[in-house]
């Protein structure tokens, strides 16, 4: 049996047809905050805020804060610093090879773009860019210090 307070928490069957748990509650300006979540434990934690600031008249504040806005898109180059940080220290043996060749042969090349405009075009253009700098220097070696 459900609780009597659980009822903006409920199950709605996504586009393939699995079960996913929503939070439904309404702000007191009559807008609605609609999202899933993970689980009712999340669920109730966010239902237990909103009507905890609704009370306090603290609303709109955590209403901002949850519909803040996602942070601008990354660039290639500012992704490469994360990825180096947090994945590739963590995770290899030798980050520092993966940091020369991002430094070196990926960053100068396509570092500007930003990750979401990245195409097939930018990925041909690094190639040819690439096989240009290499076909100079003759060597590996050269090309990656």
Not at 88 to 105: G, S
């Amino acid at each position: 049996m459900p609780r009597p307070d659980d009822r903006c928490i409920f199950e709605e069957l996504d586009h393939a047809n699995r079960p996913r748990l929503v939070l439904s509650k309404s702000w007191p300006d009559g807008t609605r905050y609609r999202r899933r979540v993970p689980n009712k434990t999340v669920a109730r934690k966010i239902r237990a805020r909103i009507e905890e600031s609704i009370v306090m008249g603290t609303w709109r504040k955590l209403k901002e804060e949850l519909y803040e806005k996602p942070k601008e898109d990354l660039t290639i180059g500012q992704f490469a610093d994360v990825y180096l940080e947090e994945y590739c220290r963590k995770h290899n043996r030798r980050p520092d090879f993966k940091e020369q060749t991002l430094n070196v042969a990926i960053v100068p090349i396509v570092g500007h773009v930003r990750l979401k405009e990245f195409t097939r075009a930018h990925a041909k253009q690094f190639e040819i860019e690439r096989g240009k700098r290499w076909l100079a220097r003759r060597s590996i070696a050269d090309w990656l210090f």
